[in-house]
């Protein structure tokens, strides 16, 4: 209270032009209105460009039937379905490559990271080349050269490399085999939710126990038993069922079984060995950040170099490494997006053909930053969450 | 305030600038490639000059840009280019939805099927389960989807953006079959495979899965350059009914044909009717040529490509190209 009076008390009465209140407020007020009118201005002249031009404008077209064929899909679609349908399936396509990138660049960033401050020299050196050699070419040109490579040297369906009769390696993708589908495949589904909950449960388990008794316990191990051991043993009392469905040549290509086609490894492929080379950086610097005492105090304890990698410099790690691995996890996506030049059908490759087919270039592309923005900031809003979750409590 | 951004017609814009910005293929030996010289050559390109030809006089004055078929009608929607000259198929949806209109047909093509002889197809009936490449965002993708379905047949397509990348993957044999207008898989049958490959190993199959006519496209709007650009194709088509050709176009303007001296200016009316220099067809016809002179010299038998007149032979030869009279 004394202190409102106060502040209120001892302002000194001056000309509202020279109140660095009402100022401000004045500047503010004209930047907004600045801002605004430039924004209307860009709308209304694009919308008076587009009646005159005769442009159909709205979202009306996303209803209308699409034409034409997506050749790797997650979901049913055919040309009948509707232009929404196929942005939806580039979407679920980008979430795909997405997904498995962060995945999989994160656990390759981290080892070849960890590799690069190895005492083993060669190895050190090996880790230190894939850096430099990933991280400064474009990506694109990553992708051009995984995706000439597929499809240029490997060989056509009727001369796939056959690797033991099972996967069949050919310029039109990886084939393998996979079960006939069968009523005991949902039942295992679940056998696996309820061994990944058990295995969690176990690990909280154990380490609670070893902070009561001092006394460890295999977590890991029984962890990885019970996820893949579970779905084993539903499978077995379910009769075990082992009809597979086999690729083999008829026609043109392969039928049966199921494919991994080129476009998606080469832009997986491409996405994870360039984004990798940044986390390795990341990780890299992330450990050595931390003080060297806390390793010498880990191999003082006698923990093994695993181990206090594990339990000790990571985890310590970690709060240096995530706020920038998220920006790695916010290009991987959007730079999946890359894949319209090397044929993988995305969301970009969808929207464009949706364009093409409606000339409603605006809306198509406010939907395609609507959808990046959505994803980045799901990613974002996670990643901060799973910052504040590690920080340093202090206590 | 609205509407600034466009000057004023796109006529004027393109008379003020001196030279006309054209949007063609990139790189499609026999309608749009630049040659060794960086000239760029091909009947869509002579499209352009003679555009140019009638507007200034000079069919040099073009500035070409190559277009993927995804960036074309954006660059011409946004005013990046003047016209599009780059095999765009005059559609119901292009002539109005899109905004666009439409010169007169320069080609009539249809969508055909490049197979590798290897593979012994005879028939596009034949194409089932097979991966056809294809370029994204054009007719051709719409009419594949139609015809498969329509066949009750299935296939798998490998879509890339540049039409250089799906011609590769075509040749590395990640698809069987490349779809594409039939002029362009001439084109790219006689330009592009690779060594050891050669023009001969692929055939065209027979079947043409839909009409494809080529035109000139502009911004809806400006009906005097469309007049423009529509009359300078058919200036051409009517000298070759006419017997004018580049290399006797100034002994013709002693000719007492009234039609020839109208074409030529000779009798003046049409070029101040389009408003442009009365010599204006003497000028395309001198330095661009007459339609059959552009079509032997890049896609017919003086090229590689070897494309029979077909569809495009003059009416009174059993084809489609047809000038309305210039009067």
């Known amino acids: 209270m004394a202190v409102e009076t106060l502040g209120s008390s001892t302002r000194p009465k001056v000309a509202p032009w020279n109140d660095p209140v009402v100022r401000g407020w004045i500047f503010q007020i004209v930047v907004v209105g600045l801002v605004g009118l430039l924004a209307w201005f860009l709308v209304s002249n694009t919308l008076d460009n587009l009646a005159r031009q005769k442009i159909a404008s709205g979202y009306d077209y996303l209803h209308h039937e699409a034409g034409f064929q997506i050749g790797d899909t997650m979901i049913p679609y055919s040309p009948a379905d509707t232009y929404a349908r196929a942005i939806l399936v580039g979407m679920l396509n980008t979430l795909k490559v997405s997904v498995l990138g962060i995945v999989l660049c994160t656990i390759l960033g981290t080892l070849i990271g960890i590799g690069r401050l190895s005492p083993n020299w060669l190895l050190a050196k090996i880790c230190e080349w894939y850096v430099e050699c990933f991280r400064n070419v474009p990506l694109l040109l990553w992708l051009f050269l995984f995706y000439k490579i597929i499809s240029e040297s490997f060989p056509g369906p009727r001369q796939a490399i056959s690797v033991l009769g099972t996967l069949f390696l050919s310029n039109r993708g990886l084939y393998f085999p996979v079960p006939v589908p069968n009523p005991i495949h949902a039942w295992m589904g679940l056998a696996l939710l309820v061994g990944v909950a058990a295995a969690v449960a176990v690990k909280r388990w154990a380490r609670k126990r070893q902070d009561a008794t001092g006394l460890p316990f295999p977590a890991i191990r029984t962890g990885i038993a019970l996820v893949i051991g579970l779905p084993l043993v539903v499978w077995l009392l379910g009769g075990a069922p082992h009809e597979m469905s086999w690729p083999v040549v008829k026609g043109f290509n392969f039928q049966g079984g199921s494919v991994i086609q080129p476009e998606f490894t080469a832009l997986l492929f491409g996405l994870v060995v360039y984004t990798s080379a940044f986390v390795a950086e990341i990780v890299r610097s992330g450990i050595l950040a931390i003080n060297r005492g806390q390793g010498e105090a880990a191999a003082a304890l006698g923990l093994s170099r695993g181990q206090s990698m594990r339990l000790v410099l990571l985890p310590q790690a970690l709060r240096v490494i995530i706020p920038p691995m998220t920006s790695q996890y916010l290009s991987i996506t959007k730079n999946s997006s890359l894949a319209i030049a090397i044929g993988y059908p995305d969301l970009v490759a969808a929207v464009n053909v949706t364009i093409n087919q409606t000339g409603q270039a605006i809306e198509n592309v406010l939907i395609i930053m609507a959808a990046y923005l959505t994803v980045s900031l799901g990613i974002s809003a996670f990643m901060n969450w799973y910052n504040k979750r590690i920080a340093l409590r202090e206590r | ?327």
Request: aromatic share 8%; net charge neutral.
């Open chain 2, 1 to 327: 305030m609205a509407g600034t951004a466009w000057a004023g017609k796109d006529l004027d814009t393109v008379k003020a600038r001196g030279q006309l910005v054209c949007g063609v293929m990139e790189g499609t030996a026999g309608f749009a490639l630049a040659n060794s010289q960086g000239k760029w050559e091909g009947l869509d390109v002579d499209v352009c000059r003679a555009v140019a030809a009638a507007l200034f006089g000079d069919s040099e004055k073009v500035k070409y840009v190559p277009l993927s078929s995804q960036q074309r009608f954006t660059a011409l929607q946004s005013g990046e280019v003047d016209m599009l000259s780059n095999n765009t198929t005059w559609t119901l949806t292009r002539d109005t939805a899109l905004g666009l209109d439409f010169g007169a047909v320069t080609y009539y093509d249809g969508q055909g099927f490049l197979v590798n002889k290897k593979l012994g197809v005879k028939s596009a009936k034949e194409l089932n389960g097979a991966t056809v490449c294809v370029a994204p965002g054009t007719t051709t993708e719409l009419n594949l989807a139609d015809y498969f379905r329509a066949n009750k047949m299935t296939f798998k397509p490998v879509v890339i953006e540049k039409v250089n990348e799906v011609r590769a993957a075509f040749f590395a044999g990640r698809c069987d079959v490349y779809t594409n207008d039939t002029s362009s898989l001439y084109a790219t049958r006689a330009a592009n495979p690779p060594p050891p490959l050669t023009p001969d190993d692929f055939v065209v199959l027979p079947e043409i899965i839909s009409k494809e006519p080529l035109a000139p496209a502009f911004r809806h709007g400006d009906n005097q350059f469309g007049d423009i650009i529509r009359w300078s194709q058919y200036a051409m088509v009517e000298a070759e009914e006419d017997g004018i050709t580049s290399k006797n176009v100034d002994e013709m303007l002693k000719s007492n044909n009234p039609t020839i001296k109208r074409l030529l200016g000779v009798t003046p009316g049409m070029g101040k009717a389009l408003g442009v220099d009365e010599k204006w067809a003497y000028n395309i016809i001198k330095q661009v040529g007459n339609y059959g002179e552009s079509f032997e010299r890049n896609i017919g038998s003086g090229s590689p490509l070897k494309i029979k007149r077909g569809l495009n032979a003059l009416w009174k030869d059993g084809g489609l190209q047809y000038a309305m009279p210039i009067r």
